[in-house]
């Protein structure tokens, strides 16, 4: 009897219902059939009053009535009542459809063409909409995930307060590295939320300011310590998080630490700051030895030692960028090449830092020159060869006026007139010549792999005179000097009496040549040379008296910039001078005209230049000084061969003879 009854309530509700359908409050657009979500017509209503009605009866009428398709979890089960006196949209009735659905503990989840209906607790594994805005909406009143950032409060605090105000079906959830929300609710409850979130998250909520002095410790390191510790607790600053407001700030005045915190994050570190804040026995640890490995400990202790420095806590005064205490003191011990340094453990960290970037090895420059003076006579009535023919191995070099200043040389009897359009400018010049140095020849231009490779080829020129080709190996940074050359007397005082010599006093002076160069290589390998020249010689024309010797002195001073293994030259005209003589019979040379019979005269023209040329070669490791050693062992022993050829006879080439070490000249 009972379940007849159901039935037919059942039957009597749907009947209603169909009646209430039939007749329609339409305006305007009557004839616009109902469909989906993006179809309803917010001119078309209905009424729905439903008494007692079964929930399934109730979802079959809202999908005819939306054109949506629904899948129902067999989960979904109980009667719901309505009550809407008055007319409502399409739209106002399916969300009323989802509040009936709330009450009841279930909700929509929406899935392609389709809308499941399950269990709200389940609705959180669902694939459910998830909003990343703080103010975004939902048009349905749903489940959805909704991530919220917090600008000043804290994520932890948040939650504990929102955790009341939600349903025991919704999620709430926090992240402090981003110091979020994440909220799966309601859209409709999740909008109060945020309503009440924008009223409370305010600049300064919940903080406080402190005060904390620091007896023993540093504040600076403490305060550094404690952004480190609390680190993971704040916003990173990322987009989409926002930056906790928890700051240490150390006040190295009065030694302190300035506190903007929460009061459990205040409480918190103001036991921490307890525990790390103890006075540490004074004793041995204090003292401490670095071993140097290639720096040199008396000029390191220096640059420490000019390292600026700052009072201690509580001390007057403030010092700019302090970097260690006063109190820290270092030493160098030049027996064992180490430093002695007294200093607190954290402060000898910093300077052991430091010591560790400074004693690093330098790189060394072994540096090839070739000092060589060059003189050029031009005679009107002869003329003057001064090209010269050698051979290295299977390679011909000439020397031609590209290394003299002033005009072209002159009438040449066998090299022809390759010189004529050959100058440079006279007085000083500065050349740089790359990977090789190259000569014009009456064959082309001949290329020379190295200075030694120039030298082997000219040293025989009868016009270039080559006064030294010394080579240098010094430490980056440091000046190198090398001195060839004599003790020369040179007479300063002396005495007579009645025409006869008492005493006389001299002083010996060095004359000769003295080269000192110092170079500083870059990261890229280039070469700065500092370079002081100064060649001095006996000048013995105008030396009158050997006790009073007159000398004749060239000095260049220069620095110059080259590529590593590149060669630079400096040099220009040192001398330039005229001379014309003329020879004749006394009285017969005289006659005009005739005179020409019985005289001859001829003019010179005398051109002194200097040049000096540089190769510096980058020596920053062991493998790199090994081949610069090979390379000038293969020279000797080619020397003691006889392979390289020097000398010219008769356009014949001979070997040089075999010489032992101490028989190679300059």
């Known amino acids: 009897m009972n379940m007849q009854r159901s039935i037919f309530r059942r039957y009597t ?21 109902v469909g989906s979500d993006r179809n309803r017509s917010p001119d078309r209503y209905v009424t729905i009053n439903l008494n007692d009605v079964d929930i399934n009866v109730f979802i079959k009428f809202i999908s005819e009535l939306t054109d949506t398709n629904f899948i129902v979890d067999d989960r979904v089960k109980g009667n719901v009542t309505i009550i809407s006196p008055s007319r409502i949209s399409i739209n106002e009735a399916f969300r009323v459809f989802e509040s009936v659905l709330e009450v009841n503990g279930f909700t929509t989840v929406p899935s392609g063409k389709v809308t499941k209906i399950v269990p709200a607790p389940d609705a959180r594994t669902k694939d459910i909409k998830t909003l990343l805005k703080r103010n975004a909406q939902s048009p349905e009143d749903r489940v959805v995930t909704q991530i919220i950032p917090l600008t000043y409060a804290d994520a932890d605090q948040i939650k504990r307060l929102f955790t009341p105000l939600v349903s025991k079906n919704s999620v709430i959830l926090s992240y402090p590295a981003t110091n979020m929300l994440i909220v799966t609710d309601v859209q409709s409850n999740i909008s109060r939320l945020i309503r009440i979130l924008d009223a409370i998250d305010i600049t300064g909520i919940g903080h406080e300011i402190s005060v904390v002095p620091i007896i023993y410790s540093d504040a600076a390191k403490m305060a550094q310590l404690l952004e480190t510790v609390f680190a993971p607790s704040r916003g990173k600053g990322q987009k989409g998080a926002a930056v906790k407001t928890l700051k240490f700030v150390p006040e190295e005045r009065t030694n302190t630490i300035v506190m903007l915190a929460s009061e459990v994050d205040t409480e918190r570190a103001r036991r921490l700051i307890a525990m790390l804040d103890k006075e540490v026995p004074e004793g041995k640890e204090k003292i401490h030895v670095y071993y140097l490995e290639n720096a040199q400990s008396e000029d390191l202790a220096k640059v420490l030692q000019a390292l600026p420095t700052k009072a201690p806590a509580g001390a007057p005064g403030k010092k700019a960028a302090p970097v260690v205490p006063e109190s820290v003191k270092i030493t160098a011990d030049k027996a064992t090449n180490s430093l002695i340094i007294m200093a607190e453990k954290d402060d000898y960290m910093v300077l052991e830092e430091v010591i560790r970037k400074l004693d690093i ?79 014009t020849t009456p064959d082309g231009v001949k290329n020379f792999a190295s200075l030694s490779a120039m030298v082997q080829a000219f040293s025989k020129d009868k016009d270039v005179h080559f006064l030294s080709t010394p080579q240098l190996l010094t430490t980056d940074n440091e000046e190198a000097t090398i001195v060839v050359g004599k003790n020369v007397p040179f007479q300063t005082r002396s005495a007579a009496e009645a025409g006869i010599e008492t ?4 002083e010996y002076r060095d004359v000769g040549i003295t080269l000192k160069i110092t170079p500083h290589v870059t990261q890229e390998r280039m070469v700065q040379l500092d370079i002081s020249e100064e060649i001095s010689k006996v000048d013995e024309l105008a030396t009158t008296t050997p006790d009073r010797p007159t000398t004749l002195k060239r000095t260049i001073e220069t620095s110059v910039i080259v590529a590593d293994q590149n060669t630079v030259v400096i040099g220009g005209l040192i001398d330039d001078s005229f001379t014309e003589t003329e020879y004749k019979v006394p009285f017969l040379g005289d006659i005009p005209l005739l005179g020409w019979l019985f005289k001859s005269r001829s003019t010179a023209t005398e ?11 980058v020596v920053a490791n062991p493998s790199e000084s090994a081949a610069i050693l090979r390379d000038k062992q293969n020279y000797m022993d080619e020397l003691r061969q006889g392979s390289i050829k020097l000398y010219e006879d008769n356009g014949r080439r001979t070997d040089a003879p075999a010489r032992r070490p101490a028989e190679i000249p300059d």
């Not at 509700?13 to 059939?33: D, E, H, I, R, W």
């Open 13 to 33: 509700v749907l009947l209603a219902v169909a009646l209430y359908l039939s007749f329609p409050v339409v305006s305007g657009v009557a004839q616009t059939p």
């Open 361 to 439: 090895p330098r790189s060394m420059v072994f540096i090839e020159s070739v000092i060589m003076e060059v003189n050029v006579e031009k005679d009107f009535s002869v003329g003057v060869e001064w090209a010269a023919f050698s051979e290295i191995g299977n390679q011909e070099g000439i020397f031609g006026t590209g290394f003299s200043g002033g005009d072209a040389g002159g009438q040449f009897a066998n090299t022809g007139d390759f010189l004529n359009n050959a100058t440079l400018p006279s007085g000083f010049s500065v050349g740089a010549f790359k990977d090789i140095i190259s000569v």
């Open 503 to 506: 005493y006389q006093s001299f």
């Open 607 to 617: 051109k002194s230049n200097l040049f000096i040329f540089l190769t510096p070669k």
